[in-house]
T-cell receptor, first 115, second 118 residues
Framework: AQKVTQAQTEISVVEKEDVTLDCVYETRDTTYYLFWYKQPPSGELVFLIR??????QNEISGRYSWNFQKSTSSFNFTITASQVVDSAVYFCALSESTSYDKVIFGPGTSLSVIP | GAVVSQHPSRVICKSGTSVKIECRSLDFQATTMFWYRQFPKKSLMLMATSNEGSKATYEQGVEKDKFLINHASLTLSTLTVTSAHPEDSSFYIC??????????????FGPGTRLTVL
């Protein structure tokens, strides 16, 4: 069973629009970590955020914000006022306490921001 | 801090040859390193977990004899693709955990190596 689901395969938005990338995860552990990574065309993964399962506070970092809802097992990512440089593939990932060494990646969402 | 490098960044080789990819943690010690494979427009798949001084742990379906992993020091892990074939062409990414900073379970990723087998 897929543990991290990103239902949106591809999204296109016009510059300055807001966009939300969805992430739904599945785990039986009570202790786990969730991540978001950005992968631009160059291929290098860029770490965006880490959230542990005991911290449900939403976070804002500049134009980026994250909404963690344990009740729905979701960890959604919103980009406000999108820019062309935001065009990339975004991965949501999960690391469980029972297998702390492993990071399970979702399938990714390809975001295209059109000027 | 927490920089991971990979070398080479790109490699093209002929079918049947072996290719070695290096993963280095530049400013921290990494007792554990990880190797991922990414096909075009696909997600990252964990291939193996590499522990310094011991044998690597391979994920189900990954051929140990095909993908040789060596983690000889706290800052270097190597992946050797033996007798490479066109289907081994892929983007290989390594990551490392900082031994001195285990909080948060964060892994630091290298820039990746694009392997093309002709």
């Amino acid at each position: 069973a897929q543990k991290v689901t990103q239902a949106q395969t591809e999204i296109s938005v016009v510059e300055k629009e807001d966009v939300t990338l969805d992430c739904v995860y599945e785990t039986r552990d009570t202790t786990y970590y969730l991540f978001w990574y950005k992968q631009p065309p160059s291929g290098e993964l860029v770490f965006l955020i880490r959230r542990n399962s005991f911290d449900e506070q939403n976070e804002i970092s500049g134009r980026y914000s994250w909404n963690f809802q344990k009740s729905t097992s979701s960890f959604n990512f919103t980009i406000t006022a999108s820019q062309v440089v935001d065009s990339a593939v975004y991965f949501c990932a999960l690391s469980e306490s029972t297998s702390y060494d492993k990071v399970i990646f979702g399938p990714g969402t390809s975001l295209s921001v059109i000027p | 801090g927490a920089v991971v490098s990979q070398h080479p960044s790109r490699v093209i080789c002929k079918s049947g040859t072996s290719v070695k990819i290096e993963c280095r943690s530049l400013d921290f010690q990494a007792t554990t390193m990880f190797w991922y494979r990414q096909f075009p427009k696909k997600s990252l798949m964990l291939m193996a977990t590499s522990n310094e001084g011991s044998k690597a742990t391979y994920e189900q379906g990954v051929e140990k004899d095909k993908f040789l992993i060596n983690h000889a020091s706290l800052t270097l892990s190597t992946l050797t693709v033996t007798s490479a074939h066109p289907e081994d062409s892929s983007f290989y990414i390594c990551s490392a955990r900082d031994y001195g900073r285990r909080v948060g379970n964060e892994q630091f990723f290298g820039p990746g190596t694009r392997l093309t087998v002709l």
